[in-house]
T-cell receptor, first 111, second 113 residues
Framework: GDSVTQMEGPVTLSEEAFLTINCTYTATGYPSLFWYVQYPGEGLQLLLKATKADDKGSNKGFEATYRKETTSFHLEKGSVQVSDSAVYFCALYSGNTPLVFGKGTRLSVIA | NAGVTQTPKFQVLKTGQSMTLQCAQDMNHNSMYWYRQDPGMGLRLIYYSASEGTTDKGEVPNGYNVSRLNKREFSLRLESAAPSQTSVYFC????????????FGPGTRLTVT
C-alpha cells in the first residue's frame, strides 16, 4: 500500500541555519504530495503541496519539489526562525484512500 | 468562522468507562475524519466519513465507533476505554473534491488509567 517515510527527529538547529527534512514515498500511480505543520498545542495545518512531478510547493519560506525519479519530496528552508519550531508531517494522496501521513519530524530552533 | 472544534480538550477515564468525543465544523465540508496521534507513530486514521450518511474504517478502528450526526458533526465513541487508547485525538474535515486538504481541530488529550 501507499506509505511515506520521513527522517527521524528531533532536529535541532540554530536560528538562521538551513533546514532539510527528508521525505520519500511509495505509491501506485501519481500521488499528490503535501507537508503539514503542527505547532505546539495545535492541530495540523497544510504548509505546502505539489500535485505533479517537478512541481515546487512553497509557503512561508519553505519549499519542496516533487521528484518522481527519486520518489522524494524533501522540505527545505534557507533560514529558520525560532517560530518554525514545530512537528512537520509529509503526506501523500493517491485518490484511493484518505491522506497517508509520515510519522512526523520534530524541529527545534534555538536562538 | 470557528473552523473545526472539538470537545472536550482534556479527559481522564478509568478502564472500562465510556465516552464520546465531539467534533463540529462550520466550513460546509463534506468529509470528516478522526485520527489518533501517538509518540513515534505519527497520525493514524481511525474512521472517516466521506459524506453525510457514510462512514468507513481507517487504519485503527478497533475499540471505536463513530456517528456522522449531520453534515457538521462527527462523533467518536469509546465504549469500554482501555489504557492503549491513551492518545491525542484529532478531528479533521475537507471539502468536496479536496480530500487531500484537511483542516484539523485542536485535539483532545485522553488518558485512560
Amino acid at each position: 500500500g501507499d506509505s511515506v517515510t520521513q527522517m527521524e527527529g528531533p532536529v535541532t538547529l540554530s536560528e538562521e541555519a538551513f533546514l532539510t527534512i527528508n521525505c520519500t514515498y511509495t505509491a501506485t500511480g501519481y500521488p499528490s504530495l503535501f507537508w503539514y505543520v503542527q505547532y505546539p498545542g495545535e492541530g495540523l495545518q497544510l504548509l505546502l503541496k505539489a500535485t505533479k512531478a517537478d512541481d515546487k510547493g512553497s509557503n512561508k519560506g519553505f519549499e519542496a519539489t516533487y521528484r518522481k525519479e527519486t520518489t522524494s519530496f524533501h522540505l527545505e528552508k534557507g533560514s529558520v526562525q525560532v517560530s518554525d519550531s514545530a512537528v512537520y508531517f509529509c503526506a501523500l494522496y493517491s485518490g484511493n484512500t484518505p491522506l497517508v501521513f509520515g510519522k512526523g519530524t520534530r524541529l527545534s530552533v534555538i536562538a | 468562522n470557528a473552523g473545526v472544534t472539538q470537545t472536550p480538550k482534556f479527559q481522564v477515564l478509568k478502564t472500562g468507562q465510556s465516552m464520546t468525543l465531539q467534533c463540529a465544523q462550520d466550513m460546509n465540508h463534506n468529509s470528516m475524519y478522526w485520527y489518533r496521534q501517538d509518540p513515534g507513530m505519527g497520525l493514524r486514521l481511525i474512521y472517516y466519513s466521506a459524506s453525510e450518511g457514510t462512514t468507513d474504517k481507517g487504519e485503527v478502528p478497533n475499540g471505536y465507533n463513530v456517528s456522522r450526526l449531520n453534515k457538521r458533526e462527527f462523533s467518536l465513541r469509546l465504549e469500554s476505554a482501555a489504557p492503549s487508547q491513551t492518545s491525542v485525538y484529532f478531528c479533521a474535515s475537507s471539502a468536496q473534491g479536496r480530500r487531500n486538504e484537511q483542516y484539523f481541530g485542536p485535539g483532545t488529550r485522553l488518558t485512560v488509567t
